[in-house]
């Protein structure tokens, strides 16, 4: 089968888009919104990771708001550049939203029915195989199920996006049964790959009719696109709401299609060696570095910080290209 990749990448010193943002952003403020949209140099990155790692990946998809990197290659045989109104109706755009942008993936011209989700700060560290993604058809993936997603207001991230996920969930308790779901395979929940605490909160569930929420893990994540598809047919008024210009509370993102794969059983139980690193100042370079040498760990994400203060960002910026180079000195195809 053919597994595609999808990758998100915006270029926040567009002037375009540093237009577009400023008429349309509302005036009450976060001061999180910026961070979700700084740039640490290290996307070129990405595709010389994803040559190493994954030379096997039938196309790479790259989506932006219509601005691509100047050192992109574009006559890159296994690169497909689409621009957000190649695929998000016209009355949703432009969207500073990423789960907009998200929700309508399997609109994409010429996807495979199995891709991978890739942000723009996940990155490939070790050989992969194509069925680290996908086994049997299914995509791999861990169910294990979480009490502790409750939601939790801050005057700096609001409540984040606590009650989205609890949408993601409600929005499949209304069409899904857990019990059902458990009986017609239970050693996807009941199986190893959930580890002793999750084994333990599966028995605690037991007959629970109703799903609780999942444990997250900020990093790519394979999908079969007619989910996508499954979905969007069965709740459409929801999904449209949701596609505001800026991030609400009460949306769906793209996990409702995660926790849907879960619930109709498309998922192959597996568990998934990768690290997460939050960019709060300089000293996470020293962990990432012992990281990227050890291949054991097959993926990561450099999640930014509202917490980094400016002279600890722009360190991280100059260096952190520095420490990609050492790994991966060679340019990839994807690059001119």
């Known amino acids: 089968m053919d597994i595609d990749f999808v990758v998100l990448w915006l270029d926040s010193n567009d002037p375009k888009w540093q237009s577009d943002y400023a008429k349309y952003s509302p005036q ?32 790479v998809f790259l989506i932006t ?28 755009l432009p969207t500073f939203n990423s789960g907009v942008i998200e929700i309508f993936l399997n609109r994409i011209k010429g996807l495979s029915e199995h891709f991978v989700y890739f942000n723009d700060d996940f990155f490939l560290n070790a050989p992969v195989r ?39 969930i409600g929005i499949v308790n209304g069409h899904f049964n857990r019990w059902k779901t458990v009986r017609q395979s239970p050693m996807r929940w009941f199986g190893t790959h959930l580890g002793i605490k999750g084994l333990i909160t599966s028995c605690l569930l037991a007959k629970q009719r109703l799903f609780i929420g999942f444990t997250n893990y900020h990093i790519e994540q394979a999908f079969l696109k007619s989910i996508f598809d499954d979905v969007w047919e069965k709740e459409e008024e929801f999904m449209k709401k949701s596609c505001t210009r800026f991030r609400i509370d009460v949306c769906v993102n793209q996990y409702i299609f995660r926790y849907w794969q879960f619930a109709s059983n498309k998922f192959y139980p597996k ?15 020293k962990e990432l570095e012992k990281t990227m040498m050890n291949e054991t760990c ?39």
């Not at 976060?30 to 140099?41: A, I, L, P, Q, S």
């Not at 194509?130 to 409540?159: M, Q, W």
């Not at 930014?304 to 960002?313: A, I, K, L, N």
């Open 130 to 168: 194509p069925d680290y993604y996908f086994k049997h058809g299914l995509p791999c993936d861990n169910n294990k199920e979480s009490f502790f997603n409750v939601p939790i207001y801050t005057k700096e991230d609001r409540f984040g996006i606590t009650i989205t996920m609890l949408a993601n």
């Open 271 to 285: 568990k998934r060696s990768r690290a997460f690193f939050f960019l709060s100042n300089r000293k996470v370079l």
């Open 28 to 59: 009450t403020k976060t001061g999180k919104e910026n961070v979700r949209f700084r740039d640490h140099d290290t996307f070129r990155y990405w595709f010389r990771a994803v040559e190493t790692y994954a030379p096997w990946v039938h196309k």
């Open 65 to 92: 708001n219509g601005k691509f990197p100047d050192w992109i290659n574009k006559d890159c045989p296994k690169l497909e550049l689409v621009e957000h109104t190649d695929y998000i109706p016209e009355e949703y």
């Open 298 to 336: 097959k993926s990561f994400c450099l999640n930014d910080s509202p917490f980094c203060r400016d002279e600890d960002y722009k360190y991280l910026k100059k260096n952190l290209p520095l420490l990609f180079e050492k790994k991966f000195p060679q340019k990839s195809s994807f690059e001119q």
